[in-house]
């Protein structure tokens, strides 16, 4: 194929994929903060993180969907337009035509494994600890008035009115019970401040009263005070606070297969291969999808552009990536073995598009007293 088309079809298939995956990744990304995400993630600075967290994994997941109908509508565009049939004139093979697109194919299955492997574990956990911190109210800019909140494994609660700024609160009640000193404490103001510090928050409360009792004594005891601060172990300056457990999701690549469990572990071990199976298999379906798209539009869209096959593609590439992600998800965390028929699976788009190239593939015969290079380069005399 003649350099210049070359890399005007590898251009067109690129700029096409990046919008392709902009419109699927945007909208699942949006989705997922949507879900997990309260509405005064924003001011709590979570959303930043919960972004991070989200965005590598879903950008490989729909990185192969997204180069296979890519392709599927830059080839359909050209069977339509009769540019296929000028490909064949040029005495140009089906495997020439298809270069550029698995060249396209290929850049985004090395991007695929390097974002699978390296960059979506690195930044999967801090989605974890967004949710972490929102399920345990270890945000105080995530806290509602008129509610209240247990801490520490209920030992303290707590409770405010209303919200003054987003760092000051005022009529707040906290009722916690001290184990250094075997009483019950309960603390009332009427204005509080959240300050963060690299361990956590320091509360500053003003003008209040400090009530406490000894275990088993009815003696209370009260004072009243003009400012008294209490550290809350929460969000601070130092990041979000860090779950005390780990997924296997969170591993580098190394990392990732030296932490395989053994199959004795039959949950562990399904969460494991659940996830190396994305890992490995979803980015090489870039290739498998851009194979089967090229072959299923040739196939059923004629050389000069009669009939359209961009419905079938639009709906084949779709249907096999959700199918086997979907299997990944559900077939291969039920039972490890059946990831044989995920991989299975992908063979067979792969072997199914070949197929499909080579059944399509155009055998021209040698014009006599054309000169072997015009015919190298794809020219007639």
């Known amino acids: 194929m003649p350099r210049l088309l070359y890399f005007y079809l590898a251009k067109r298939l690129f700029i096409s994929a990046l919008v392709i995956e902009a419109g699927l990744c945007i909208p699942v990304v949006m989705t997922s903060l949507f879900h997990y995400l309260p509405p005064t993630a924003l001011r709590s600075g979570l959303l930043i993180p919960a972004l991070l967290g989200t965005f590598p994994t879903v950008l490989y997941i729909a990185l192969p969907i997204s180069v296979g109908v890519a392709v599927a509508l830059e080839f359909s565009r050209m069977a339509s337009e009769g540019m296929i049939a000028v490909l064949y004139s040029l005495r140009l093979s089906v495997w020439s035509i298809s270069l550029p697109a698995v060249f396209v194919a290929l850049v985004a299955v090395v991007c695929g494994y390097w974002i699978s492997s390296f960059v979506a574990p690195t930044y999967v956990g801090d989605m974890h600890d967004v949710i972490y911190v929102i399920r345990n109210s270890l945000n105080h800019r995530l806290l509602e008035p008129a509610q209240f909140y247990t801490f520490d494994h209920g030992s303290r609660t707590l409770y405010f009115k209303r919200w003054k700024s987003e760092d000051v609160v005022s009529g707040i009640f906290i009722h916690q019970f001290s184990k250094a000193k075997n009483e019950e404490q309960i603390i009332s103001a009427q204005e509080a401040e959240f300050r963060r510090n690299p361990t956590g928050v320091l509360l500053i409360m003003s003008h209040g009263t400090f009530q406490s009792m000894k275990v088993g004594s009815d003696d209370m005891r009260t004072a009243n005070f003009d400012q008294y601060a209490l550290q809350i172990d929460m969000q601070g300056t130092g990041g979000l606070p860090k779950r005390n457990w780990i997924g296997v999701f969170e591993f580098p690549s190394l990392k990732f297969f030296h932490a395989m469990p053994p199959p004795g572990d039959q949950h562990a071990f399904a969460e494991w291969m659940s996830e190396a199976v994305k890992r490995i298999g979803l980015p090489i379906m870039a290739l498998t999808h851009t194979l089967f798209a090229i072959g299923l539009v040739l196939t059923l869209a004629s050389a000069t552009g009669r ?75």
């Open 307 to 381: 009939g359209s096959a961009t419905t079938a593609a639009l709906i084949a590439i779709p249907a096999v990536h959700i199918a086997i992600l979907i299997g990944s998800e559900s077939l291969v965390r039920r039972d490890p073995r059946l990831v044989i028929v995920i991989a299975l699976a992908i063979l067979a788009e792969f072997v199914a598009g070949l197929i499909l190239l080579y059944r399509k593939n155009a055998k021209f015969a040698v014009v006599p007293g054309i000169p072997a290079q015009l015919m190298r380069h794809g020219q007639s005399a």
